[in-house]
């Protein structure tokens, strides 16, 4: 039924996002201090061992400055 369905998609959507090393920025991010500065639609690449950081903020690299840092995952839309 449809709602079998609609579940198997939510599932496999989720277990592409918690694999993904990719997320475009949603929201600005001006860090006070250390951090990674960020911009709506940056394209960021996360760093192996932020996948599993539960602390809220995320690590990695942004294309568009070449720059690494900490970010909040807020801030962020993983693309599956």
């Known amino acids: 039924n ?6 198997l998609i939510i599932n496999f959507l989720e277990g592409l996002k918690r694999k993904s090393k990719y997320v475009v920025v949603i929201q600005d991010y001006e860090p006070q201090g250390q951090g990674l500065a960020i911009r709506r639609g940056d394209v960021i690449i ?9 602390s809220g ?3 990695g690299y942004n294309e568009r400055t070449g720059a690494t840092g900490e970010f909040p995952s807020e801030c962020v839309y993983v693309l599956p």
Not at 46 to 54: D, F, G, I
């Open 2 to 7: 449809a709602d079998d369905i609609r579940d």
């Open 46 to 54: 996360l760093e192996e061992q932020t996948r599993a950081n539960v």
């Open 57 to 59: 903020y995320l690590f």
